[in-house]
């Protein structure tokens, strides 16, 4: 890291030192990386930053390297730099998400120094096995989200959140040999973005993108890159997705829906928030299965053999154009 940067965060921090103690993770397509500094001389014993470092083109796992999904990424940076700078500070305990202390770009780097959230003792990571009391804490996250940024404009983020979102993925559509579903496509993300509900959606509200507390009760969220406007119902489609095997989403789909707006209907009072709450449920979980058919649609032109594709999200998407189709 350049001298400048590692000045920015002695500053932003008051430490007299740093030591870099960990690489958390690469960012994707090698954009960077989330790294781990130890501090000497600060109130905080540590911070993780975020450092990307923008390439002319990235090595794309799945093969997309063209200018589009570079430009893509280029801009989910500068959303997530807006995010920290103009609508984190809104997010309180209930949607807790760590603290950025300072923001800065450099030609073509990009640096965010942000609350190390495994201090503030959210230091467990969940990948397969969860657990009710884990994803009802991510519901609870999800839905005091969804409240707290109820009819607020993306001003300066994603005007429509989510990275699979059908006007970033045209290459995705054209390659879909599901014929059906791309016909629909237009229909279903235009049932989404009607909505008279429209929030803020976290974009990539997965499992892995949640940090526990030890007991598993309460989580943080990060990676900010893809929030903008949109149906709450795409985050939690997004997320049990992400964490439940196909038997299981089919299984206690109305307990997850039922647990969600539960979750928001107590945010909402908590936040005297005077939106007509039965009219927005019924909106909302109407479009549960739409949401869960436009994450499909993306998937079968992505990446055809990914695990997500099973029966439930086929019959899901068959149930919803022909729906559209009535």
């Not at 073509?108 to 495994?118: G, P, W």
């Not at 900010?224 to 489609?237: E, H, N, P, S, T």
């Not at 499909?296 to 594709?309: A, D, S, T, V």
Request: hydrophobic share 35%; proline share 2%; net charge negative.
């Amino acid at each position: 890291m350049n001298q400048h940067f590692q000045e920015t965060i002695l500053k932003a921090t008051g430490a007299q030192s740093l030591n870099r103690t960990a690489s958390i993770q690469s960012l994707w397509s090698g954009y960077g990386e989330i790294i781990r500094y130890s501090l000497e001389g600060s109130k905080m014993k540590s911070v993780v930053v975020k450092h990307v470092n923008l390439p002319e083109g990235g090595n794309h796992p799945r093969g997309w390297n063209t200018d589009l999904s570079h430009q893509r990424k280029l801009k989910s940076y500068k959303v997530e730099t807006e995010w920290y700078k103009s609508f984190a500070n809104s997010c309180d305990q209930n949607c807790k998400v760590p603290e950025c202390y300072a923001l800065e770009t450099l030609g073509s780097e990009v640096l965010m120094v942000m609350e190390d959230l495994d201090e503030l003792g959210f230091a467990k990571r969940l990948s397969a096995s969860v657990n009710w009391k884990n994803i009802n804490a991510c519901l609870s996250w999800l839905s005091n989200f969804h409240a707290t940024f109820l009819h607020i404009k993306p001003q300066g983020l994603w005007e429509t959140g989510t990275y699979w979102h059908l006007n970033t993925r045209p290459e995705e559509l054209e390659a879909m040999d599901d014929l059906p579903l791309k016909n629909a496509a237009a229909a279903i993300d235009r049932a989404l973005t009607s909505s008279p509900f429209q929030t803020l959606v976290h974009g990539d509200a997965k499992l892995a993108n949640f940090c526990f507390s030890e007991d598993g009760e309460k989580v943080a969220a990060v990676d900010f890159q893809y929030v903008g406007g949109g149906c709450g119902m795409k985050d939690l489609a997004y997320f049990i997705g992400s964490c439940m095997s196909e038997n299981d989403c089919e299984k206690y789909e109305e307990q997850i829906l039922n647990t969600y707006f539960e979750f928001l209907k107590a945010a909402l009072n908590r936040k005297q928030n005077s939106t007509n709450f039965i009219a927005l449920e019924h909106n909302w979980r109407n479009l549960y299965h739409t949401a869960w058919a436009d994450f499909h649609r993306f998937l079968k032109g992505w990446h055809p053999g990914h695990w997500k594709i099973n029966s439930y999200s086929e019959r899901v998407s068959r149930e919803v154009i022909k729906s559209i189709a009535h």
